[in-house]
């Protein structure tokens, strides 16, 4: 197919609008314009729209043809004379940029724009005068001029009518002049319908529009640019719209025209409205923060804001502290270590680090301070978060003390999972010195070991299981067992173990405190074998022996004695079982005389010895033979009398 190339004149916004559809459609300029000549000619395929332009560029040559051909011949013409109204109209209306169309519109579609001044064609009128000639040339330009102006005009229709912006033109009388797709959409009318009608007349919503009506008043009084946001409420929704009102000036300088461009702004007011929120949030924050918040101007260590608690925690007024810097409120150990801070901060944009901070009343305050490098209100500063840790280091303190404490303990001290895993049992977590003393085990030897290790072949089973049975429910135990150490050897230890329960009130732990025994147990076995010894003795002995208790009133006064125990020599003596007398009154059993002295022997401690001891007859029978010699001696809280009766040893 033969190629040819087409150049027209078009207006330099109308082509910065097809460069910038192009652009945000992400399209070259060529595509642009075919999409809107295709629209704005009714036409899916490029073959129409080619034979359109072939004959106007056919139309052209003639016209240049017979230009060349006066140019060469001027003596014909009669006066000079310059192209009619109509063509000035339009060069005036059109600031020409050449806009060549190329024959490859189809295969490979490309437009060049010159950005140059296009020179209007102009003849003299001796060429024109009284030639037939002329004339013919002359109507022939210009309905050549009127249909390139017509096609034009349709793809400056076709570029507004596409493009996503709201825009319409006004005129004085609020009249509709001209009106895209895309507001007779949002105002749900019809571009045909809009035209040469005020809002009145179409009857749009008077709170949307009267504010707009203003401000085209307002332009054209002042031929001044103005805006002004109004919200539009659908069934879609409600969306804000941002209104550009632009004067269209004419040729003397008067506001012929008001050219109104909307734009939707709804996500920019939402972000704007986020944003505003976010800082109500963060202003609310920052006030209502529990912690101190600085923030501070990197370069002069000044405090440009901070919050209540902030002056608060100091003593002194927001104006106050305001007033001050960073050093201000260091001690001068704390400033010491300023710099280096300061250098970590700028390598790693932030820092936590402890500090101590002096209050106005000359006082020290312990901190911990978490700082990180933002940028506030155009500079580079620094927002500290600043926590008061006196209590913690209180805590820390007590806590340190209390590990000490509890590793230095002679007691052994073991801590343990709660979970009992079976066969083996729960995991042991620590131990302290105190167990490293006492089994031989170094922590690092039986972390991760189960109690069971210390259990050997006399360790009580009875005793093994009631233990597993109170932890099973979690709940404390004591016990007294035989353990073993790591060299084999035994040992017994009085346990007392304790579950322990987290925040939530799960018990994670056993904590078991463990006294070695040993010795205890063997003066326990010695004192065993030694009251098996006494009582064997006594039991055996041929002297009588009773073991009597004090009866004390509310006053602590002495008012009788009870029997605790009788040797079988005394029950012979009295002719009663052992069982018959235990728990009596004593006055049963002795002379009443002598319960004075009883008294004065546990009172002083004093032991009484006497040479004669006779029972008389009482309403049961003779309590107690007749003695030649007896000895009283204090013991606890009573006494213990020996006797000898003296019929039984004749």
């Known amino acids: 197919m033969k190629r040819k190339k087409l150049t027209f004149r078009l207006p330099e916004d109308l082509i910065e609008q097809i460069e910038s559809r192009a652009l945000a459609t992400d399209r070259d300029r060529t595509a642009v314009v075919i999409e809107l000549l295709r629209l704005g000619l009714g036409s899916d395929e490029g073959e129409p729209l080619l034979a359109e332009f072939e004959i106007l560029s056919q139309k052209i040559e003639q016209i240049d043809h017979k230009l060349d051909e006066l140019a060469q011949n001027p003596t014909g013409l009669a006066q000079t004379a310059q192209l009619s109204s109509p063509e000035s109209a339009s060069n005036q209306a059109l600031t020409s940029t050449n806009f060549s169309l190329s024959e490859q519109i189809l295969n490979t579609p490309t437009i060049s724009f010159v950005a140059q001044q296009a020179q209007p064609l102009a003849v003299s009128e001796s060429e024109l005068g009284n030639s037939s000639a002329g004339h013919e040339i002359e109507e022939t330009r210009q309905s050549v001029l009127a249909a390139m102006i017509g096609q034009q005009s349709k793809v400056f229709d076709q570029v507004l009518s596409a493009y996503p912006d709201p825009i319409c033109v006004l005129d004085r009388l609020g009249r509709f002049t001209y009106v895209n797709y895309a507001i007779a959409l949002l105002f749900q009318s019809e571009q045909h319908h809009m035209l040469g009608k005020t809002w009145q007349e179409l009857g749009l919503p008077p709170a949307l529009m009267k504010p707009l009506d203003t401000k085209r008043e307002r332009v054209f009084m002042n031929r001044r640019n103005s805006t002004l946001e109004i919200n539009h409420t659908s069934d879609q929704g409600s969306y804000q719209y941002e209104y550009t009102l632009s004067p269209i000036l004419d040729i003397n300088n008067g506001v012929e025209a008001i050219i109104c461009i909307a734009r939707d702004i709804t996500e920019r007011h939402q972000v704007q409205t986020a944003l505003r929120e976010s800082e109500a949030k963060y202003r609310n924050l920052f006030e209502s923060a529990h912690d101190s918040v600085f923030i501070i101007d990197a370069e002069t260590q000044q405090f440009l804001n901070a919050n209540w608690n902030a002056a608060r925690r100091l003593g002194y007024t927001h104006g106050e502290l305001l007033s001050l810097s960073a050093i201000d409120i260091e001690t001068e150990a704390a400033a010491k270590s300023n710099s280096e801070i300061i250098k970590k901060l700028e390598a790693k944009g932030s820092i936590v680090y402890e500090s101590r901070y002096r209050r106005k009343n000359g006082t020290e305050m312990p901190v911990e301070i978490s700082s990180r490098v933002i ?3 155009g500079r580079l500063a620094i927002q500290s978060f600043v926590r008061d840790i006196s209590k913690r280091q209180e805590a820390e303190e007590k806590l340190r003390l209390l590990q000490l404490a509890v590793f230095h303990a002679n007691d052994a001290i073991v801590i343990t999972e709660a979970e009992l895993l079976e066969p083996l049992g729960p995991q042991i ?11 031989g085990y170094q922590s690092e030897e039986i972390i991760g070991k189960t109690p069971r290790i210390l259990q050997g072949e006399k360790t009580n089973r009875t005793q093994i299981r009631r233990i597993k049975q109170a932890l099973s429910k979690w709940q404390p135990v004591k016990a007294e067992l035989i353990n073993y150490r790591q060299d ?19 018990y994670t732990h056993f904590v078991a405190v463990q006294r070695e025994v040993t010795e205890q147990k063997q003066r326990e076995l010695e004192l065993q074998q030694s009251e098996e010894m006494f009582r064997t003795s006594v039991e055996n002995m041929l002297d009588c022996l009773g073991i009597y208790s004090a009866v004390r009133d509310k006053s602590n006064q002495i008012v009788d004695f009870t029997v605790e125990y009788l040797n079988p020599a005394a029950c012979f003596s009295n002719s009663l079982t052992k069982e018959e007398q235990i728990g009596c009154s004593v006055g049963q059993l002795l002379p009443t005389e002598l319960f004075e002295q009883f008294c004065l022997v546990v009172e002083t401690g004093k032991p009484l010895i006497g040479t004669s001891l006779v029972g008389e ?19 606890g809280d009573g006494f213990v009398a020996t006797w000898r009766d003296a019929a039984n040893w004749q």
């Open 488 to 506: 084999g050897s035994e040992f017994w230890v009085s346990l007392n173990i304790v579950p322990f329960a987290n925040q939530q009130g799960r």
């Open 429 to 439: 977590v620590y131990v302290n010195s105190g167990f490293t003393k006492m089994t």
């Open 375 to 377: 940028e506030y209100e």
């Open 617 to 635: 007859n009482t309403d049961r029978n003779q309590l107690l033979g007749h003695s030649s010699e007896f000895r009283v001696a204090k013991l």
